[in-house]
Protein backbone atom coordinates (compact mmCIF):
# COMPACT_ATOMS: atom_id res chain seq x y z
CA UNK A 1 0.00 0.00 0.00
CA UNK A 2 2.83 2.82 0.73
CA UNK A 3 3.08 3.82 -3.38
CA UNK A 4 4.22 6.69 -4.83
CA UNK A 5 0.39 6.43 -6.98
CA UNK A 6 -2.76 5.30 -5.14
CA UNK A 7 -4.26 1.97 -6.42
CA UNK A 8 -7.89 1.41 -6.81
CA UNK A 9 -8.05 -1.89 -5.48
CA UNK A 10 -5.90 -4.39 -3.74
CA UNK A 11 -6.74 -7.92 -4.33
CA UNK A 12 -5.59 -10.77 -2.28
CA UNK A 13 -5.72 -14.37 -3.28
CA UNK A 14 -5.69 -17.02 -0.48
CA UNK A 15 -4.75 -20.22 -2.25
CA UNK A 16 -5.64 -22.42 0.48
CA UNK A 17 -2.93 -21.15 3.10
CA UNK A 18 -2.46 -22.43 6.38
CA UNK A 19 -1.07 -19.40 7.93
CA UNK A 20 -2.57 -16.51 9.43
CA UNK A 21 -3.25 -14.36 6.26
CA UNK A 22 -6.90 -14.23 6.81
CA UNK A 23 -6.40 -12.74 10.42
CA UNK A 24 -3.66 -10.24 9.03
CA UNK A 25 -6.64 -9.31 5.99
CA UNK A 26 -8.82 -8.43 8.69
CA UNK A 27 -6.63 -6.07 10.32
CA UNK A 28 -6.43 -4.12 7.60
CA UNK A 29 -9.62 -1.45 7.51
CA UNK A 30 -9.42 -1.18 3.65
CA UNK A 31 -12.22 -0.52 0.96
CA UNK A 32 -9.59 -0.99 -1.43
CA UNK A 33 -8.81 -4.32 -0.06
CA UNK A 34 -10.78 -7.70 -1.31
CA UNK A 35 -9.84 -11.36 0.21
CA UNK A 36 -10.57 -14.25 -1.56
CA UNK A 37 -10.02 -17.69 -0.77
CA UNK A 38 -9.59 -20.94 -2.24
CA UNK A 39 -10.95 -23.89 -0.33
CA UNK A 40 -8.26 -25.86 -1.70
CA UNK A 41 -5.08 -25.24 -3.28
CA UNK A 42 -5.27 -24.53 -6.70
CA UNK A 43 -1.74 -23.63 -7.76
CA UNK A 44 -0.20 -19.66 -8.88
CA UNK A 45 -1.90 -20.18 -12.10
CA UNK A 46 -5.23 -20.46 -10.73
CA UNK A 47 -4.39 -18.21 -7.93
CA UNK A 48 -3.95 -15.66 -10.52
CA UNK A 49 -7.19 -16.15 -12.55
CA UNK A 50 -8.95 -15.68 -10.02
CA UNK A 51 -7.37 -12.17 -9.14
CA UNK A 52 -8.14 -11.24 -12.89
CA UNK A 53 -11.58 -12.08 -12.28
CA UNK A 54 -12.09 -10.13 -9.16
CA UNK A 55 -10.30 -7.21 -10.76
CA UNK A 56 -12.79 -4.02 -12.15
CA UNK A 57 -9.49 -1.91 -13.72
CA UNK A 58 -8.18 -1.38 -16.88
CA UNK A 59 -4.51 -2.61 -15.76
CA UNK A 60 -3.44 -5.36 -13.10
CA UNK A 61 -0.66 -5.18 -11.39
CA UNK A 62 0.79 -8.86 -10.00
CA UNK A 63 2.77 -9.44 -6.86
CA UNK A 64 3.88 -13.00 -5.14
CA UNK A 65 3.11 -13.49 -1.32
CA UNK A 66 7.36 -13.40 -1.21
CA UNK A 67 8.00 -10.21 -3.25
CA UNK A 68 7.76 -6.66 -2.42
CA UNK A 69 7.40 -3.83 -4.92
CA UNK A 70 9.23 -0.38 -4.61
CA UNK A 71 7.53 2.36 -3.71
CA UNK A 72 7.51 4.11 -6.93
CA UNK A 73 6.76 1.27 -9.23
CA UNK A 74 2.82 1.45 -9.21
CA UNK A 75 3.38 4.90 -10.84
CA UNK A 76 6.05 4.36 -13.21
CA UNK A 77 4.90 0.79 -14.66
CA UNK A 78 1.66 2.47 -15.27
CA UNK A 79 3.02 5.94 -17.05
CA UNK A 80 5.16 3.75 -18.77
CA UNK A 81 1.93 1.69 -19.85
CA UNK A 82 -0.54 4.07 -20.67
CA UNK A 83 1.72 7.47 -21.63
CA UNK A 84 4.90 6.23 -22.98
CA UNK A 85 4.05 2.85 -24.67
CA UNK A 86 0.81 3.05 -25.25
CA UNK A 87 0.94 0.44 -27.95
CA UNK A 88 2.81 -2.30 -25.84
CA UNK A 89 0.01 -4.99 -24.31
CA UNK A 90 1.99 -4.72 -20.79
CA UNK A 91 5.17 -3.56 -18.68
CA UNK A 92 7.81 -5.88 -16.40
CA UNK A 93 10.74 -3.99 -14.48
CA UNK A 94 14.07 -5.05 -13.52
CA UNK A 95 14.22 -6.85 -10.28
CA UNK A 96 16.33 -7.52 -7.05
CA UNK A 97 16.97 -11.06 -5.29
CA UNK A 98 17.46 -10.44 -1.82
CA UNK A 99 17.95 -13.13 1.15
CA UNK A 100 16.56 -13.35 4.28
CA UNK A 101 18.44 -10.30 6.06
CA UNK A 102 18.72 -7.77 3.08
CA UNK A 103 21.56 -8.61 1.37
CA UNK A 104 21.51 -8.38 -2.32
CA UNK A 105 22.19 -11.79 -4.48
CA UNK A 106 21.62 -10.89 -7.95
CA UNK A 107 20.15 -8.29 -10.04
CA UNK A 108 18.00 -9.75 -13.13
CA UNK A 109 18.46 -6.96 -15.45
CA UNK A 110 18.14 -9.57 -18.71
CA UNK A 111 16.53 -7.34 -21.20
CA UNK A 112 15.43 -3.70 -21.61
CA UNK A 113 12.65 -1.45 -24.11
CA UNK A 114 10.37 -3.38 -26.16
CA UNK A 115 10.43 -7.30 -25.92
CA UNK A 116 8.74 -9.19 -28.96
CA UNK A 117 7.54 -12.77 -29.57
CA UNK A 118 10.71 -13.32 -31.84
CA UNK A 119 12.53 -12.40 -28.77
CA UNK A 120 10.66 -14.79 -26.60
CA UNK A 121 11.58 -17.57 -29.42
CA UNK A 122 15.12 -16.70 -29.58
CA UNK A 123 15.22 -17.95 -25.76
CA UNK A 124 15.25 -14.32 -24.16
CA UNK A 125 14.55 -14.49 -20.86
CA UNK A 126 11.53 -12.13 -19.31
CA UNK A 127 11.49 -11.13 -15.56
CA UNK A 128 8.78 -12.87 -13.77
CA UNK A 129 4.98 -11.83 -14.28
CA UNK A 130 5.50 -10.67 -10.09
CA UNK A 131 5.91 -6.93 -10.75
CA UNK A 132 4.50 -6.69 -14.23
CA UNK A 133 1.31 -4.65 -15.05
CA UNK A 134 -0.98 -6.18 -17.85
CA UNK A 135 -3.79 -4.82 -19.87
CA UNK A 136 -7.13 -6.34 -18.41
CA UNK A 137 -8.19 -6.50 -22.32
CA UNK A 138 -5.35 -8.48 -23.16
CA UNK A 139 -5.87 -10.68 -19.99
CA UNK A 140 -9.45 -12.00 -21.68
CA UNK A 141 -8.10 -12.38 -24.85
CA UNK A 142 -6.03 -14.65 -24.17
CA UNK A 143 -7.20 -16.08 -21.61
CA UNK A 144 -5.08 -15.48 -18.82
CA UNK A 145 -3.00 -18.20 -17.26
CA UNK A 146 -2.74 -21.49 -18.60
CA UNK A 147 -4.09 -23.70 -14.98
CA UNK A 148 -2.30 -26.62 -16.64
CA UNK A 149 1.17 -25.45 -15.93
CA UNK A 150 2.32 -25.23 -12.18
CA UNK A 151 5.72 -23.65 -13.33
CA UNK A 152 6.67 -21.77 -16.47
CA UNK A 153 3.21 -20.23 -16.80
CA UNK A 154 4.88 -17.01 -16.77
CA UNK A 155 6.91 -17.75 -20.09
CA UNK A 156 3.49 -19.22 -21.56
CA UNK A 157 1.46 -15.84 -21.03
CA UNK A 158 4.17 -13.96 -22.45
CA UNK A 159 4.36 -15.65 -25.51
CA UNK A 160 1.17 -16.24 -26.21
CA UNK A 161 0.32 -12.11 -25.33
CA UNK A 162 3.26 -11.38 -27.73
CA UNK A 163 1.35 -13.34 -30.57
CA UNK A 164 -0.43 -10.06 -31.05
CA UNK A 165 1.04 -7.53 -29.22
CA UNK A 166 4.36 -6.82 -27.76
CA UNK A 167 5.96 -6.12 -24.03
CA UNK A 168 7.91 -3.53 -22.45
CA UNK A 169 10.65 -3.28 -19.99
CA UNK A 170 11.68 -0.92 -17.77
CA UNK A 171 15.54 -0.32 -17.19
CA UNK A 172 15.10 0.30 -13.48
CA UNK A 173 14.53 -1.99 -10.54
CA UNK A 174 10.97 -1.68 -9.22
CA UNK A 175 10.70 -5.32 -6.98
CA UNK A 176 12.17 -6.93 -4.33
CA UNK A 177 12.48 -10.85 -4.61
CA UNK A 178 13.40 -13.22 -1.28
CA UNK A 179 15.03 -15.93 -1.42
CA UNK A 180 16.40 -18.27 1.52
CA UNK A 181 20.21 -18.30 0.72
CA UNK A 182 22.81 -16.45 -1.30
CA UNK A 183 24.00 -19.63 -2.82
CA UNK A 184 20.30 -20.92 -3.71
CA UNK A 185 20.61 -21.34 -7.61
CA UNK A 186 17.24 -23.16 -7.42
CA UNK A 187 15.06 -26.04 -5.51
CA UNK A 188 17.61 -29.32 -5.82
CA UNK A 189 15.66 -30.62 -3.07
CA UNK A 190 14.40 -33.34 -5.18
CA UNK A 191 10.96 -32.08 -3.71
CA UNK A 192 7.54 -30.94 -5.48
CA UNK A 193 8.79 -28.36 -7.77
CA UNK A 194 11.19 -30.95 -9.33
CA UNK A 195 8.08 -32.93 -10.04
CA UNK A 196 6.25 -30.56 -11.62
CA UNK A 197 8.87 -28.88 -13.95
CA UNK A 198 9.12 -32.11 -15.93
CA UNK A 199 4.95 -32.08 -16.42
CA UNK A 200 5.37 -28.31 -17.07
CA UNK A 201 7.97 -28.69 -19.56
CA UNK A 202 5.88 -31.09 -21.45
CA UNK A 203 2.57 -28.90 -21.80
CA UNK A 204 4.54 -25.40 -22.52
CA UNK A 205 6.90 -27.23 -25.37
CA UNK A 206 4.02 -28.95 -26.77
CA UNK A 207 2.23 -25.82 -27.27
CA UNK A 208 5.01 -23.81 -28.45
CA UNK A 209 7.97 -25.78 -28.78
CA UNK A 210 7.95 -25.53 -33.27
CA UNK A 211 8.11 -22.16 -32.93
CA UNK A 212 11.42 -21.62 -30.43
CA UNK A 213 14.70 -21.47 -31.14
CA UNK A 214 16.61 -24.66 -30.80
CA UNK A 215 18.85 -23.71 -28.53
CA UNK A 216 16.00 -22.86 -26.40
CA UNK A 217 14.08 -25.89 -26.79
CA UNK A 218 16.91 -28.10 -25.88
CA UNK A 219 17.60 -25.96 -22.59
CA UNK A 220 14.10 -26.35 -21.28
CA UNK A 221 14.10 -29.86 -21.55
CA UNK A 222 17.24 -30.68 -20.09
CA UNK A 223 15.90 -28.89 -17.36
CA UNK A 224 13.01 -30.93 -17.53
CA UNK A 225 15.43 -33.72 -17.10
CA UNK A 226 17.74 -32.62 -14.67
CA UNK A 227 14.25 -32.03 -12.47
CA UNK A 228 13.16 -35.60 -13.44
CA UNK A 229 16.78 -36.95 -12.30
CA UNK A 230 16.06 -35.42 -9.02
CA UNK A 231 12.78 -36.34 -8.12
CA UNK A 232 12.19 -39.47 -10.10
CA UNK A 233 15.60 -40.97 -11.23
CA UNK A 234 17.87 -41.89 -13.83
CA UNK A 235 15.59 -43.12 -16.20
CA UNK A 236 13.14 -40.63 -16.09
CA UNK A 237 15.67 -37.88 -16.72
CA UNK A 238 17.17 -40.00 -19.60
CA UNK A 239 13.84 -39.81 -22.03
CA UNK A 240 14.48 -35.69 -21.21
CA UNK A 241 17.80 -35.52 -22.02
CA UNK A 242 17.68 -37.73 -25.53
CA UNK A 243 14.85 -36.11 -26.80
CA UNK A 244 16.50 -32.45 -26.12
CA UNK A 245 19.69 -34.21 -28.43
CA UNK A 246 17.39 -35.06 -30.77
CA UNK A 247 16.61 -31.58 -31.36
CA UNK A 248 20.23 -30.90 -32.27
CA UNK A 249 21.33 -30.50 -35.89
CA UNK A 250 24.25 -29.15 -35.97
CA UNK A 251 27.55 -29.68 -33.95
CA UNK A 252 27.23 -25.94 -32.38
CA UNK A 253 23.60 -27.46 -30.78
CA UNK A 254 25.47 -30.27 -29.90
CA UNK A 255 28.17 -28.60 -28.20
CA UNK A 256 25.77 -26.11 -26.30
CA UNK A 257 24.07 -28.92 -25.04
CA UNK A 258 27.06 -30.90 -23.25
CA UNK A 259 27.83 -27.47 -22.30
CA UNK A 260 25.09 -26.77 -20.44
CA UNK A 261 24.79 -30.00 -18.53
CA UNK A 262 28.13 -29.44 -17.53
CA UNK A 263 26.71 -26.18 -15.87
CA UNK A 264 24.33 -28.35 -14.09
CA UNK A 265 26.91 -30.78 -13.05
CA UNK A 266 29.20 -27.37 -11.82
CA UNK A 267 26.59 -25.58 -9.81
CA UNK A 268 25.72 -28.82 -7.94
CA UNK A 269 29.28 -29.36 -6.88
CA UNK A 270 29.77 -32.39 -8.94
CA UNK A 271 33.61 -30.86 -10.80
CA UNK A 272 34.34 -34.37 -12.28
CA UNK A 273 31.42 -35.05 -14.17
CA UNK A 274 31.40 -31.19 -14.98
CA UNK A 275 34.70 -31.48 -16.50
CA UNK A 276 33.79 -34.51 -18.91
CA UNK A 277 30.98 -32.70 -19.96
CA UNK A 278 32.55 -29.66 -20.83
CA UNK A 279 35.11 -31.68 -22.45
CA UNK A 280 32.66 -33.10 -25.00
CA UNK A 281 31.59 -30.03 -25.58
CA UNK A 282 34.75 -29.12 -26.83
CA UNK A 283 34.85 -32.01 -29.08
CA UNK A 284 32.17 -30.65 -31.15
CA UNK A 285 33.07 -26.86 -31.15
CA UNK A 286 36.92 -25.58 -29.85
CA UNK A 287 36.18 -21.97 -30.77
CA UNK A 288 33.74 -22.00 -27.63
CA UNK A 289 35.59 -19.96 -25.08
CA UNK A 290 33.24 -19.65 -22.73
CA UNK A 291 33.84 -23.40 -22.27
CA UNK A 292 37.44 -23.13 -22.12
CA UNK A 293 36.92 -20.92 -19.10
CA UNK A 294 34.24 -23.36 -17.28
CA UNK A 295 36.20 -25.75 -17.31
CA UNK A 296 39.46 -24.65 -15.91
CA UNK A 297 36.87 -23.48 -12.84
CA UNK A 298 35.42 -26.50 -12.28
CA UNK A 299 38.96 -28.34 -12.32
CA UNK A 300 39.47 -26.08 -9.62
CA UNK A 301 36.45 -27.90 -7.23
CA UNK A 302 33.30 -26.70 -5.71
CA UNK A 303 34.93 -23.99 -3.43
CA UNK A 304 36.66 -22.12 -5.96
CA UNK A 305 33.25 -22.45 -8.81
CA UNK A 306 31.38 -20.86 -5.56
CA UNK A 307 33.95 -18.26 -5.08
CA UNK A 308 33.92 -17.15 -9.20
CA UNK A 309 29.67 -17.42 -8.65
CA UNK A 310 29.88 -14.43 -5.98
CA UNK A 311 32.32 -12.34 -8.04
CA UNK A 312 30.45 -12.49 -11.29
CA UNK A 313 27.34 -11.50 -8.82
CA UNK A 314 29.54 -9.16 -6.94
CA UNK A 315 30.44 -7.43 -10.55
CA UNK A 316 27.17 -7.07 -12.09
CA UNK A 317 25.10 -5.16 -9.07
CA UNK A 318 28.53 -3.48 -8.63
CA UNK A 319 27.84 -2.41 -13.17
CA UNK A 320 24.10 -2.38 -13.05
CA UNK A 321 24.49 0.59 -9.77
CA UNK A 322 27.63 2.43 -11.69
CA UNK A 323 25.39 2.73 -14.72
CA UNK A 324 22.06 3.93 -13.42
CA UNK A 325 24.52 6.71 -11.53
CA UNK A 326 26.18 7.35 -14.71
CA UNK A 327 22.88 7.99 -16.22
CA UNK A 328 21.10 9.79 -13.77
CA UNK A 329 24.26 12.16 -13.25
CA UNK A 330 24.14 12.72 -17.02
CA UNK A 331 20.66 13.64 -16.71
CA UNK A 332 21.04 15.84 -13.95
CA UNK A 333 23.49 17.43 -16.32
CA UNK A 334 21.15 17.98 -19.29
CA UNK A 335 18.70 19.65 -16.97
CA UNK A 336 20.93 22.12 -15.31
CA UNK A 337 22.37 22.63 -18.73
CA UNK A 338 18.77 23.58 -20.12
CA UNK A 339 18.15 25.87 -17.08
CA UNK A 340 21.43 27.81 -17.69
CA UNK A 341 20.97 28.69 -21.15
CA UNK A 342 17.19 29.60 -20.83
CA UNK A 343 18.26 32.01 -17.86
Known amino acids: MRQSKRVDEIIVVDDASTDDTEKVIAKLDSERLK ?9 VSAARNTGIDCAT ?3 ILFVDSDDELRPSAVETLYETLTRTQPSCAGVFS ?3 EQNTEGKTIKIWDVA ?4 TNDDLSRFLAIPTMSGSMIRSSVLETVGGFDER ?3 SEDADLAYRITETADLYVVDEILLNKYTDSENQLTNYDGGRNDRLIPVSENIFLEKHGEDLDTIYRMKRR ?3 GFAALRSSGVEAAKQHINT ?3 YAATDSERAYAFHYIGRYYAHTGDAKTASRYFKRSLQYDYFQLSAYVYLLVALFGTSFWALVRRFKHRAQIHWYR ?5 ERDSRRNRRFSSLSERR
Open 322 to 326: HRHRS
Open 94 to 96: HYE
Open 222 to 224: IDA
Open 35 to 43: YVRHAENKG
Open 57 to 59: GDV
Open 149 to 151: LAL
Open 112 to 115: SGVI
Open 244 to 246: AFT
